[in-house]
Each structure stands twice: as structure tokens, then as C-alpha cells.
């Protein structure tokens, strides 16, 4: 392994990032969903579309680097007009982005260019990462300022750099906050300069960053109505970033489901690269830390360690989150991942080097995303799938005159929610969410619309959404998947 911040030619560095981009944007846009989408666990694209569209929240803790890059791909020209495709444009677009900075990581720490193409490409076309590229979410972008952050750091840049990548990253998701130990890594010597201030730096860099995404960000959008809470008030700003109503399900899950989850958890870390990139990339790990008492290979041995804490440290968030969707937030440790795989190829085809011809080497190399592609293609392809779209519109259109539609799903909630104030279809219809309906605020706003804000009984929850429906004399629908 060379030195971290070893010098490397541009073309060299560019050209394996080039590769994987050319060869997994199509792959993305080939299997990319049409609009909104279910699968994948995209419940949450109604939500986070409607947002943007809308200058409004979603839920919490407001994702507002999301925000300001969906208005950035909302804008672009020349593209169909489908916000939500726009979207999912974008997660496609930071997928490469997350795969092209795990390239020029490997690329700067690796003797050997191929295996940094290959931890790019697998990278992209784990079934996990996949996934998430292809719908209206938040994982790809948090996974490329994990990414980015890296890079960074491995890169010597400056710090005010790596503290706005990483501050950028926590507006994306708060799990980057366990970017920590690597940026300690790269304060304790990680880093050509050495510079034990860099730790203090960065931090202020990030947290400045943080500050200002989670402060004025998202505060010239409090007075866009939000079912979500009431941001106008310090207090209701403070419960919202800090993400109080989904508190609970932070190491909620009960000691008698962890072995299961645990063991889910094993097989989808395997399922990612394949077990034969599995055990690559436990060698590259092993390669790391086995290293002798020269600078470099204690630097290597840091590294491994940071990387792990931070690697395990999500993965414990992960774990213990309880939702039955919470190994999605695995996403930001995949890059670590790729990087360890990398290192394992690299030392295989070192293994191999005297023993087989160049040619025979390059193909066992490439094998492994192939191999990727065609496992994992036919299961991640959503070009068809319309399903959610279809489903609330015909929910719409079937509903009377001023209805009210109660629904008791996140997934039905926000699709209509997405059709409704950003497509503009059918405003007449009152969508509550009867799970919502246990909040406060939500109560509240729903009142008002429903035209009941001075019946204290419906307001202060009293009465179920259903009832409060009925007394404000409004036709009522349930909504069911097989609308």
C-alpha cells in the first residue's frame, strides 16, 4: 500500500473516475423508476418530493442539503418535467458521484489502478446501493459526502474543506456524524502536515455548516404549513431538528429481535459484493492492519482502525434502529467497504501477479462486478414500475366531491400528498394520516381545513380523524392498496 497522500498523476486519477462514471450512470438510468416509487423501501419520495417542490419541510430532521440540491436538479433544463423523476435523478447522480470519490480514494492509496475501478464499480452496483439510486431519497447523497469526505481527507486538503463536506453531509443525514473518528484519524497523522488542530478545525468547520443548513435553511420555510410540527417557535424547531418523534426508535429494537436482525444484517453485508468480494474485502482489511513498525504501515493500521469504528459504528445505529427498513441506513458505511475490497483485490492480483498471465489477472478483477450486474440487475430494475402513481391517482379520482381520504400508511400518505400540492390534483380532498393524527400540530392544521377550529373535542384529539371527518360533514374514504 503506498503512502496515503502519495502524488499521483492527474490522468491516472481522472481516468479510472471517468470509467466508473460512463459505466454506472447508464446502468442507473436504465433501471431508474419512472416517478415516485414503493420499492426499495422509497416510501418516504412523496414526502421528501413534495418539499422541494413546494419550498415546505419533510419530515424530520429536514434534510435541508437535500432540499437545496433538489432545487438545484428541479431547475435544470432540458430534462422531463416529473419532479419526482428529477429526484431520482439526483440520487443516480450522487450513486456516481459516492462511486467516482471511492475511485480517487483508492486510486491515491493504491499501487495499482484497476482495483480502484473495481472498488468504484462495486461500490455501484452493491444491491443496497443500487437500490437507493434509483429512487427519490436521501442515502446515495449522504453516501457521497462520505465519500467526498474521504477523499478529502486522504487527499491532504485543506480543512476548512473537509469541515464543509462533512457539515454539508450532516444536512444530509445525522448518521455522518460518525465520520468522527476518521477525521481524528487524519488530525493524530493521518495527514502529511500532521496538524493536531485539524480535529478542532474541521469540526468548527462542520458544525458552522450544520448550523447554518439547520438554522436558515430551513428557517425561511417555517411559515409553509408542515404536518410535521411548528417551526416558528424555538422550542418546535429544536423537537423538530433534533428529531423528537422518532427518538424512540433509536436503540428501540427488543433484545429478543437483535439475533435476527444481527443475522440480516450479516447476510446483507455479504450479499452487497458478493461472498467472493466478501472475503476480498476482509483480506484488504487484514492487509491494512497487519502491518510492520515503518510509518506507512502504522499509518495503514490507524486507518483501519478509524475505519472500523466509523463502519461500526452505523452499523450499530443501523441495527438497533426499530423500523423494519433501518439496514438502509448501512448506505453511508458502504464506501468504507468498497475501499477494504479494493485493498483486497490489489493484494490479490499482487498474490497472482507471477503465477498467471496480466490478462488472466485483469479478467478475475472485472469478473466480480459483472457478476454484480447480472445477480443483482433483474430484481433492481423499476423502469415499469408506476404502481404508487397509478394507485393514487385512481385513489383521487375516485373520490367524491370534498372528500376526506384517511390513510394509514406512510407510502399512501405521501404519494398523495406528492399529487396533490405538487402536481396540483384534485385540492378538494382532505388526505389525513391517521398515525399523524396522534400530533398536536398535525391535528390542528388538518382542523383548520377540515373547517373545525373551534371544536376543541376534534382538536385536541378527542376525537379519531375518522369521527372529525364525519363532523365536518365530509364524505369519508379509507385508502387500501388494492384501490
Request: neutral net charge.
Amino acid at each position: 500500500m503506498s503512502r496515503p497522500d502519495a502524488p499521483v498523476s492527474l490522468s491516472r486519477l481522472w481516468l479510472g473516475a471517468l470509467l466508473v462514471g460512463l459505466i454506472l450512470l447508464p446502468v442507473y438510468l436504465a433501471t431508474m423508476a419512472p416517478g415516485l416509487t414503493w420499492a426499495h423501501d422509497g416510501a418516504d419520495g412523496g414526502d421528501l418530493a413534495t418539499a422541494v417542490v413546494t419550498g415546505g419541510i419533510p419530515h424530520p430532521p429536514g434534510f435541508p442539503t437535500y432540499l437545496i440540491l433538489g432545487k438545484l436538479f428541479l431547475a435544470l433544463p432540458l430534462l422531463p418535467s416529473d419532479p419526482a423523476w428529477r429526484l431520482n435523478l439526483m440520487s443516480a447522480t450522487m450513486a456516481v458521484g459516492a462511486a467516482v470519490f471511492v475511485t480517487m480514494t483508492a486510486t491515491t492509496t493504491f499501487r495499482r489502478s484497476l482495483p480502484a475501478v473495481v472498488a468504484g464499480l462495486c461500490l455501484g452496483l452493491a444491491p443496497l446501493f443500487w437500490s437507493q439510486a434509483l429512487i427519490a431519497e436521501v442515502y446515495t447523497t449522504a453516501a457521497c459526502f462520505t465519500a467526498l469526505t474521504l477523499w478529502l481527507i486522504r487527499r491532504n486538503a485543506p480543512t476548512w474543506a473537509v469541515g464543509l463536506a462533512w457539515g454539508l453531509g450532516l444536512g444530509v443525514h445525522p448518521t455522518l456524524l460518525f465520520l468522527l473518528p476518521l477525521v481524528t484519524w487524519a488530525a493524530s497523522g493521518g495527514r502529511r502536515s500532521g496538524d493536531r488542530r485539524f480535529l478542532f478545525h474541521a469540526g468548527l468547520w462542520a458544525l458552522a455548516t450544520w448550523g447554518f443548513l439547520y438554522g436558515p435553511v430551513l428557517w425561511v420555510r417555517r411559515n409553509v404549513p408542515s404536518p410535521w410540527g411548528d417551526l416558528r417557535t424555538l422550542s418546535g424547531w429544536w423537537a423538530f431538528v433534533s428529531g423528537e418523534m422518532y427518538r424512540h426508535y433509536i436503540f428501540g429494537l427488543s433484545l429478543s429481535a437483535w439475533p435476527q436482525r444481527v443475522w440480516a444484517w450479516i447476510g446483507l453485508l455479504v450479499r452487497q459484493f458478493t461472498p467472493p468480494g466478501a472475503l476480498a474485502m476482509v483480506s484488504g482489511w487484514l492487509h491494512l492492519w497487519q502491518g510492520q513498525e515503518e510509518e506507512e504501515d502504522r499509518r495503514g493500521r490507524l486507518w483501519a482502525v478509524a475505519s472500523t469504528v466509523t463502519w461500526g459504528a452505523i452499523s450499530l445505529y443501523a441495527l438497533g434502529y426499530d423500523t423494519t427498513d433501518s439496514l438502509v441506513y448501512l448506505l453511508p458505511a458502504l464506501p468504507l467497504m468498497a475501499l477494504w475490497l479494493g485493498s483486497g483485490w490489489e493484494q490479490i492480483v499482487g498474490w497472482l501477479g507471477p503465477h498467471v498471465p496480466r490478462a488472466v489477472g485483469l479478467l478475475l478483477l472485472l469478473l466480480l462486478p459483472v457478476l454484480q450486474a447480472a445477480l443483482f440487475g433483474p430484481e433492481m430494475d423499476l423502469h415499469e414500475d408506476r404502481r404508487a402513481v397509478v394507485w393514487a391517482e385512481w385513489t383521487l379520482r375516485q373520490a367524491p366531491q370534498e372528500a376526506v381520504v384517511l390513510t394509514d400508511q406512510d407510502g399512501h400518505t405521501f404519494v398523495l400528498w406528492y399529487l396533490q400540492s405538487a402536481l396540483g390534483q384534485r385540492p378538494d380532498v382532505v388526505v389525513l394520516d391517521v398515525d399523524l393524527w396522534t400530533q398536536p400540530h398535525y391535528r390542528r392544521m388538518s382542523c383548520v381545513r377540515l373547517g373545525l377550529s373551534t371544536l376543541t373535542d376534534a382538536c385536541n384529539g378527542v376525537l379519531s380523524a375518522e369521527q372529525a371527518a364525519i363532523r365536518a360533514g365530509r364524505p369519508v374514504v379509507w385508502a387500501h392498496s388494492d384501490g
